[in-house]
């Protein structure tokens, strides 16, 4: 655990909100999505890696209270080197210095205490698309961490169960810990046989593939020294 001082979730939620974006796409059948992906400075953005491959990224902004801040990605998408881990990155320019970038945890897979983890609070942030609604816009929850899991391979890091429900479009999106810090990012909904998404466990995998996504593309900002190991 990177502390004991914990912040109420719309404390969180108004220091951080600026650094969350929609990450709208288009496949090759021409059917677009959305996603999520969070600022970790620099203009460094993580997601998921099923949010962005195989896709062309149309469109990256930040919800700004009914003014949305549109950003320009350079180059492609970067992948971690094993391809069944779901984590992408990709750098926005000019890097965009009005928005905060949200600190990654140390919550290593070999050093956790899985006990400290269930029961604390979190929030989870990310752009489901809201039938009905006239545009994209950041959605909040409050929820919290119900276990922390192990998956069956391919999956091999850490995962936490969150109690919130799992929706398209949060995926690539960060979840805070209390302690101010992203415990992990949203990746996938657990179900059985062709259950609906929103059916399955809220899932989120933990930080170690995130840091090594970073590190093996060799973007790892400098906000992020705190956990430089």
């Known amino acids: 655990m990177d502390g004991t ?19 709208c796409v288009v496949d090759t059948e021409k059917t677009h999505s959305i996603g999520t992906a969070f600022h970790v400075g620099d203009g460094v953005f993580v997601t998921a890696r099923h949010v962005v491959a195989d896709k062309r990224i149309e469109e990256v902004f930040v919800d700004r209270y009914n003014n949305p801040l549109v950003l320009r990605v350079r180059d492609e998408p970067l992948f971690h080197e094993d391809g069944n881990v779901d984590v992408a990155i990709f750098v926005v320019e000019p890097p965009p210095e009005a928005l905060p970038a949200l600190p990654l945890g140390t919550n290593w897979d070999d050093v956790i205490n899985d006990d ?53 479009g949060f995926s690539g999106g960060p979840v805070i810990s209390e302690w101010g810090f992203v415990l992990g990012m949203t990746t996938m909904s657990l179900g059985q046989d062709l259950a609906a998404e929103q059916l399955g466990f809220c899932t989120i995998v933990g930080v170690d593939p995130l840091w090594d996504c970073l590190t093996q593309n060799g973007l790892l900002p400098d906000a992020q020294s705190h956990g430089a190991v």
């Open 5 to 23: 001082v914990t912040s109420s979730l719309k404390d969180l939620y108004d220091q951080y909100r600026r650094a969350v974006a929609a990450v």
């Open 116 to 168: 400290d983890f269930v029961l604390s609070k979190a929030l989870m942030l990310g752009y489901p698309p809201i039938p009905l609604s006239d545009r994209a816009q950041l959605v909040a929850v409050s929820a919290e961490v119900n276990a922390v899991v192990d998956l069956r391979r391919p999956h091999k890091h850490v995962h936490y169960v969150l109690s919130a429900t799992a929706r398209g």
